[in-house]
């Protein structure tokens, strides 16, 4: 799958690597979703990818400009069957560290010994218990991505994985609307140990609705002071020929530092 493209899909807040070559710019990816989510109108129903992805300017711990990505599909299902596939990935791969004795983190053993459990909470009712509002009923973006992580993510249970679901629609990227409350979006993501670990939706196919949220996104981009990326055609004409489907991104560094009890990322990224 390649790395780069001379498209990339429009997001306000992911600022992209660019690169020169003989025939021109080309971006480093943040996500191989602008190659595999065409790949459903193939006839193809479930199918997976795990590589780097890249992001400009990322800082912190939990940040890196370039990480392992594990992103998969599935044909006619929705967002609820990749909330199992996560808890399968998490006991099997909690198994298998369990065997591996040449690793030792005595915290998340003791913390796992009883097998992997969780818990699914919708982003309305954690944000009225921990954040004291509603971001379905009240649309503030820059309120709700720092309360999300100053009020909502310190107060979900660490040791117990946490699916945050129904995002607010105006947060749902490249998500279904839900079609019983037009409020919120079929899209979550999932906690561990205090990190977002994936991402997860329902994905929208419509392509005349997916070009005005990349327009909307290329808006805020501007008005933040970045370029707009240059819309995608060919993605979203590939939009109307797939099959409905689920897809959602993992971060394997990050998995990485929770079974290694790693408080950096650049201690479970090989560096020269």
Not at 104 to 122: S, V
Not at 187 to 206: K, V
Request: glycine fraction near 4%.
């Amino acid at each position: 799958m390649p790395s780069s493209s001379t498209h990339a899909i429009p997001e306000a807040t992911i600022e992209l690597f660019s690169i020169h070559d003989t025939k021109g710019k080309r971006y480093l990816l943040p996500s191989p979703e602008l190659y595999l989510k065409p790949m459903l109108g193939h006839g193809i129903d479930r199918f997976f990818h795990i590589g780097p992805a890249f992001r400009k300017n990322e800082k912190g711990p939990h940040h890196a400009p370039e990480f392992t990505i594990l992103e998969w599909y599935r044909s006619n299902e929705d967002y609820t069957r990749l909330i199992e596939d996560c808890a399968n990935i998490l006991s099997v791969v909690t198994s298998a560290f369990k065997r591996a004795s040449e690793i030792h983190n005595p915290l998340f053993l003791e913390k796992t010994k009883g097998g992997i459990t969780y818990e699914i909470l919708r982003i309305e009712k954690a944000f009225l218990k921990y954040a004291g509002w509603n971001p379905l009923e009240i649309e503030d973006e820059d309120r709700f991505y720092e309360d999300i992580v100053l009020k909502v993510e310190p107060a979900l249970k660490k040791f117990k994985p946490t699916f945050l679901i129904d995002f607010p629609s105006w947060a749902a990227s490249l998500s279904r609307i839900k079609q019983e409350d037009k409020r919120s979006c079929e899209r979550f993501e999932l906690y561990w140990f205090g990190m977002e670990l994936a991402n997860g939706f329902s994905e929208l196919l419509d392509p005349d609705e997916q070009l005005l949220r990349f327009e909307r996104e290329n808006q805020k981009r501007i008005e933040s002071g970045l370029r707009p990326i240059e819309i995608p055609d060919r993605f979203l004409s590939s939009l109307s020929r797939c099959a409905s489907a689920a897809g959602i991104a993992l971060g394997v560094d990050r998995l990485l530092m929770i079974l290694t009890d790693s408080k950096s990322i650049k201690e479970v990224i090989p560096a020269l």
